[in-house]
């Protein structure tokens, strides 16, 4: 809780630092990796810096939480905080890090607002600060306790059994522990992150999610990322440096730097309907889901929505097929721009997805993954549809900038 003191003061000062928030995040960085430069080569997305994404994400994420402070202070931002705090783990970031980002954050707020940080104002915030930093590292804490690793250290060498191509731009690899151990749990929905050394031994990360559970290995799938679709892909870069790698130089044999897995959208346990929606790449999660669903023999009512651009670019199109034909109650709706004569799904269903012909039964709980048009409008439509603002989640690849 925010105190009554530092309350009026962030109050009368949240509109002028929300005005230069952006000014800030972007000279905040480069402060930290003037001071720190291996944080730029080896923990952050050069892609997302280069794009401007998380200097986005790092400015909303503080001005929502000021807010929300101030408009609820009795009660935290915790689905906010959880998906932050789920990235931070699946990175390795440890409680040493936050006054690190404290130092260089404030320097950037000095040199930006000048004489306006008194010290009552640069008190407040820092207190605002502290507030969300001390929340992310309680939930990165538990997060790790939960992973049964020590802090920060999530890393561990696995080997590629396999990979498979999906389509022309996206790959499936199959790693098992080089160790020969058993591999960590995890719950449908969740990602990985995959650190790869590349030409200029910068060490980088992106996360993928798991689309599948093979027996003691894990597997996650990885879309070729040109320049123009920065973004759209997990962890994508500008140039899709890391996608481009993996698809170009890692084969059967080769062995890949992996993290426990994390992520905060996941498979609910309950027996209502569900409807996962996904969009392009944004499958991965939701053929994770689904062929939980098929392998436990769920009966739930599942409807799975998936809009692409043709049925060549659909990666898993045959299991979605086949895990939909498993289950008692799902069926499968499919939406592709440019169909083709190979298409066998119903011939209405052209261009892009529209769920208002569906019927979305009362109680369902909605996943949704893909470009954020596309999970706006699928959205907007499942409100209109009457399912609650509350029982819909989302998977964001990249900078959150929803929040």
Not at 111 to 134: F, I, K, P, R, S
Not at 155 to 182: C, I, K, L, M, N
Not at 322 to 349: C, M, S
């Amino acid at each position: 809780m925010l105190s009554p003191k530092s309350a009026e003061t962030v109050r009368a000062t949240l509109p002028a630092v929300g005005a230069a928030i952006g000014e800030i995040t972007t000279l905040f960085y480069d402060k930290l990796f003037t001071a720190h430069p291996a944080l730029r080569r080896d923990l952050f997305n050069r892609g997302n810096q280069a794009a401007g994404t998380q200097p986005q994400a790092l400015a909303g994420s503080i001005a929502a939480f000021a807010t929300h402070l101030l408009e609820n202070p009795d009660a935290r931002p915790d689905t906010m905080l959880a998906r932050i705090a789920h990235k931070h783990a699946s990175l390795g970031v440890t409680e040493a890090q936050y006054p690190v980002v404290y130092e260089h954050l404030f320097a950037a707020i000095a040199e930006v607002l000048g004489e306006a940080v008194t010290a009552e104002v640069a008190e407040a915030w820092t207190e605002v600060y502290w507030l969300m930093a001390n929340a992310l590292i309680a939930i990165e804490r538990r997060l790790y306790a939960e992973a049964g690793t020590a802090a920060g250290e999530v890393w561990r060498t696995y080997r590629v059994e396999s990979r498979h191509q999906e389509t022309d731009t996206v790959t499936t690899f199959v790693v098992r522990p080089a160790d020969g151990g058993e591999v960590p749990a995890f719950r449908p929905g969740q990602y990985v992150s995959v650190q790869v050394e590349l030409a200029d031994g910068a060490r980088q990360i992106r996360q993928y999610s798991l689309s599948g559970q093979p027996d003691g290995a894990l597997q996650f799938s990885v879309k070729r990322v040109l320049g123009e679709e920065a973004g759209g892909s997990a962890g994508a870069a500008v140039d899709g440096e890391v996608s481009n790698h993996l698809h170009d130089h890692v084969q059967a044999g080769d062995t890949l730097t992996v993290s426990a897995p994390f992520g905060d959208v996941v498979l609910d346990e309950g027996e209502g309907p569900l409807l996962l929606a996904s969009a392009g790449i944004g499958c991965t999660p939701m053929i994770g889901m689904l062929g939980h669903l098929a392998a436990t023999g769920s009966t739930r009512r599942v409807i799975s929505v998936h809009a692409d651009r043709s049925p060549a670019t659909h990666a898993f199109r045959a299991e979605l097929q086949q895990f939909t034909g498993k289950l008692a109650n799902a069926t499968a709706e499919v939406w592709y721009e440019h169909p083709g004569a190979d298409a066998d799904w119903p011939a209405d269903r052209t261009g892009r997805a529209d769920l208002s012909g569906l019927e979305i039964p009362a109680g369902t709980t909605a996943y949704l993954c893909g470009p954020v048009p596309f999970m706006k409008a699928v959205r907007a439509q499942l409100l209109e549809a009457g399912v609650r603002a509350a029982d819909i989640h989302y998977e964001v690849f990249g900078p959150d900038l929803g929040i």
